[in-house]
């Protein structure tokens, strides 16, 4: 597979979207205080405007924080999103004064062709679990349910005239943060108070029990030594090395310095070894086909599979074919009557150590210096020096 020019590949536009969310956000930050604001547009832009633009930047830098995080996921609701804030973020850099923002236009301006460039990059949908989408309902629920109720009892609370001032009195009682400018003035809005007050903690603690979760997760893979979906998501042109053993070593010291790949292995221990030597490594399984799927299998170029054991690597030699039928699979036999078998099993190329090295020495033993030459090549050491 050959790998495509750099200003599609989709980590640009993940690149460039994170820019702009930490731009924006400074911007936002730096003109929270300002109270007007004279950018290039000012004389077309109301005040009001003018004004919203310098303190709402912060805002919309974390709302294209959060659609970049989605971007590195691959999901095509954080492309529609990032879309639509990076005109939004354009034109509050040209209605802002500092010097940050112009750079913040540039960079928005720059994002959106190369997001419409990988329109199909960005094709997953959003996946989320049973307890997730509970959360998200309970969430909204609470905000509709208060908004709606304190709105409907606009006349028995002391601050609440607007649909406005309902969702501001929900935000701040659901949350606990209760900032005492609005007050129930009847035993009914009281009641209703301390409803939303129940309801509120609870989406708001169950929303942050699902949103923890995963990040806890992503912290222990870490811990030992497996790649983040996050991670994972973003591979591809890349090599998959199937299990690890005594024959793998040298393969992947050379693969370090030609190509991104990774290591699936069921083995903890070589996980974190690897993992310290900032290798991209998978701790599973490397014949089940979920592993693989995860570990960008459709995306890769070519897999590797040297470990010691012929018939383990038969099983992941099956599994990966049977994925993607077009990869190329390397095998190294461990028995030089197993070759055959790994190649009925889908390897392309089934390569013999044990083979290779006897003939090698073979032909030294024969006289012939050209196998001397040969092996010193493979094993990256000058020729000895002869009288």
């Excluded at 390397?330 to 009925?344: G, W």
Aim: without cysteine.
């Amino acid at each position: 597979m050959a790998s495509r020019p750099v200003f599609v590949q989709a980590r640009v536009a993940v690149l460039l979207t994170t820019a702009v969310a930490l731009l924006s956000f400074t911007t936002g930050v730096l003109n929270i205080g300002a109270t007007t604001v004279s950018g290039p547009l000012s004389p077309y832009i109301p005040a009001s405007v003018e004004r919203a633009a310098g303190f709402t930047g912060a805002l919309t830098g974390f709302l294209v924080l959060g659609s970049t995080l989605g971007l590195r996921r691959g999901l095509r609701l954080a492309w529609y999103s990032t879309l639509l804030l990076m005109p939004v973020t354009a034109v509050q850099g040209l209605a802002q004064s500092n010097v940050i923002s112009y750079p913040l236009v540039v960079l928005s301006l720059l994002s959106i062709p190369t997001l419409l460039v990988n329109f199909r990059r960005f094709d997953r949908r959003v996946d989320l679990s049973t307890t997730q989408l509970a959360a998200l309902a309970a969430l909204v629920g609470t905000m509709l349910y208060g908004t709606a109720g304190a709105y409907t009892l606009r006349e028995e609370f002391d601050g609440v005239v607007t649909l406005t001032d309902a969702f501001y009195y929900t935000i701040v009682t659901a949350s606990t943060v209760g900032y005492g400018d609005v007050t129930a003035t009847s035993q009914g809005a009281r009641l209703f108070s301390m409803s939303v007050v129940v309801l509120g903690t609870a989406s708001f603690a169950l929303a942050l029990g699902s949103l923890l979760g995963p990040a806890i997760e992503a912290r222990l893979a870490t811990a030992l030594g497996t790649m983040t979906d996050k991670q994972l998501e973003l591979l591809e042109d890349h090599v998959l090395v199937l299990g690890y053993g005594d024959l793998t070593e040298p393969i992947v010291d050379e693969l370090e310095s030609v190509a991104e790949f990774v290591v699936v292995t069921p083995d903890t221990e070589t996980a974190a070894r690897l993992r310290n030597r900032d290798i991209h490594i998978l701790t599973a399984d490397p014949s089940d086909e979920e592993p693989l799927e995860r570990a960008g299998i459709r995306d890769a170029r070519a897999v590797v599979v040297a470990t010691n054991n012929d018939a383990n690597d038969a099983l992941a030699i099956l599994t990966a074919k049977a994925l993607n039928a077009d990869v190329r699979v390397v095998a190294a036999a461990t028995d030089r009557e197993n070759v055959e078998k790994l190649r009925r099993a889908g390897a392309d190329t089934v390569i013999s150590p044990a083979v290779i090295g006897g003939h090698l020495i073979v032909e030294s033993a024969l006289g012939d210096d050209n196998a001397e030459s040969l092996a010193e090549a493979l094993l990256d050491e000058p020729p000895a020096e002869t009288d």
